[in-house]
């Protein structure tokens, strides 16, 4: 606290006045303690090494209810404690630069002017004199300016990431795999005991009760809803789950995606709009390949990708 009062007093006494008329004296801020007597700022952060890992301090304080509005407000000054946060990271820890993750912060929405920002402007009192640096999707070029024009940032441009089916986790595709081998067995004990297995899964997740079924009609309803006589959309839905897009998270920078992924992320971009045969069920987790149906089209052309490198599925 004495040392954020300390630079505190360094800015205009306009500037000084006007953080008061809105937070209030530095010490009513919520984010602050006593430790011996003294006032300090909490910082929360996680140490590796040499870098800290900061969340980025939150504009208003918590007694404020309009935090989320916040975020864009032309004109709402930063409280004390997001501008000691950033004190600390520039003069307590000594940081070399700062590097903004996400899109997008707060720090370039601050009040002041469009460009050319003074260095009194809030979002230049936040940052000081620290080198920024922000690594921004590549598809998002006006926040992207936002955060080179007012945020004083250098972007690094990355692309977005590449989609994919997203799959079944473990249980699903467990009594997925359980499903197509009922289809697939014949009339007997053997497909009995396939049956049992399948309701005894759909039990223990309680998807039964997600549906509202009991174990006689949820027993009952497996040759209505998956068997050879069902609708087309009751035998193509169980696989919908494992169709969605998804992503696995952001791509590495200068590489493109490997294999399959380039395929799936290619799909969508050209008007895919359903999938079809493949890997519904295999190990890799791809669920099943897309399939592109342009509007017109009589018939879905499939669009090709890397083989699987798990392999079959058991």
Same mark, same amino acid.
Not at 81 to 98: F, M, N, T
Not at 111 to 118: A, F, N
Not at 162 to 181: Q, R, S, V, W
């Given at each position: 606290?004495?040392?954020?009062?300390?630079?505190?007093?360094?800015?205009?006494?306009?500037?000084?006045?006007?953080?008061?008329?809105?937070?209030?004296?530095?010490? =009513?801020?919520?984010?602050?303690?006593?430790?011996?007597?003294?006032?300090?700022?909490?910082?929360?952060?996680?140490?590796?090494? =040499?870098?800290?890992?900061?969340?980025?301090?939150?504009?208003?304080?918590?007694?404020?209810?309009?935090?989320?509005?916040?975020?864009?407000?032309?004109?709402?000054?930063?409280?004390?404690?997001?501008?000691?946060?950033?004190?600390?990271?520039?003069?307590?820890?000594?940081?070399?630069?700062?590097?903004?993750?996400?899109?997008?912060?707060?720090?370039?929405?601050?009040?002041?002017?469009?460009?050319?920002?003074?260095?009194?402007?809030?979002?230049?009192?936040?940052?000081?004199?620290?080198?920024?640096?922000?690594?921004?999707?590549?598809?998002?070029?006006?926040?992207?300016?936002?955060?080179?024009?007012?945020?004083?940032?250098?972007?690094?441009?990355?692309?977005?990431?590449?989609?994919?089916?997203?799959?079944?986790?473990?249980?699903?595709?467990?009594?997925?795999?359980?499903?197509?081998?009922?289809?697939?067995?014949?009339?007997?004990?053997?497909?009995?005991?396939? =049956?049992?297995?399948?309701?005894?899964?759909?039990?223990?997740?309680?998807?039964?009760?997600?549906?509202?079924?009991?174990?006689?009609?949820?027993?009952?309803?497996?040759?209505?809803?998956?068997?050879?006589?069902?609708?087309?959309?009751?035998?193509?839905?169980?696989?919908?789950?494992?169709?969605?897009?998804?992503?696995?998270?952001?791509?590495?920078?200068?590489?493109?995606?490997?294999?399959?992924?380039?395929?799936?992320?290619?799909?969508?971009?050209?008007?895919?709009?359903?999938?079809?045969?493949?890997?519904?069920?295999?190990?890799?987790?791809?669920?099943?390949?897309?399939?592109?149906?342009?509007?017109?089209?009589?018939?879905?052309?499939?669009?090709?990708?890397?083989?699987?490198?798990?392999?079959?599925?058991?």
């Amino acid at each position: 606290m004495a040392q954020y009062r300390q630079w505190l007093a360094t800015l205009p006494a306009a500037t000084q006045e006007a953080l008061r008329a809105r937070w209030g004296e530095p010490e =009513k801020s919520s984010m602050v303690l006593q430790r011996g007597g003294e006032a300090v700022f909490v910082v929360p952060r996680l140490m590796l090494g =040499k870098i800290a890992i900061l969340p980025q301090p939150p504009r208003g304080e918590q007694w404020d209810d309009k935090e989320k509005a916040l975020y864009h407000s032309p004109s709402a000054l930063p409280s004390h404690y997001y501008l000691a946060a950033y004190l600390w990271a520039r003069e307590q820890h000594k940081s070399d630069a700062l590097v903004h993750f996400g899109t997008h912060g707060s720090q370039e929405w601050l009040p002041g002017k469009e460009r050319g920002l003074s260095v009194f402007d809030p979002g230049m009192l936040a940052v000081g004199n620290v080198p920024v640096a922000y690594p921004y999707i590549a598809d998002n070029i006006g926040e992207a300016q936002q955060a080179k024009r007012r945020g004083r940032a250098v972007i690094v441009s990355h692309q977005t990431p590449p989609f994919n089916p997203a799959g079944l986790h473990e249980a699903l595709t467990h009594m997925h795999d359980l499903l197509h081998a009922w289809l697939a067995q014949d009339d007997g004990v053997v497909k009995e005991k396939i =049956k049992a297995d399948l309701l005894a899964a759909v039990q223990k997740e309680h998807i039964d009760r997600d549906m509202g079924l009991d174990a006689r009609t949820h027993a009952q309803r497996i040759p209505g809803l998956c068997g050879p006589a069902a609708q087309p959309p009751a035998r193509t839905g169980r696989n919908r789950p494992a169709a969605g897009p998804a992503h696995p998270g952001p791509g590495a920078r200068g590489a493109a995606p490997p294999g399959h992924r380039a395929a799936d992320a290619g799909a969508p971009v050209l008007g895919g709009r359903r999938f079809a045969g493949g890997h519904t069920g295999c190990r890799c987790g791809r669920g099943p390949d897309w399939r592109l149906q342009q509007p017109g089209a009589d018939r879905a052309l499939p669009v090709a990708a890397a083989p699987c490198d798990r392999g079959p599925e058991p």
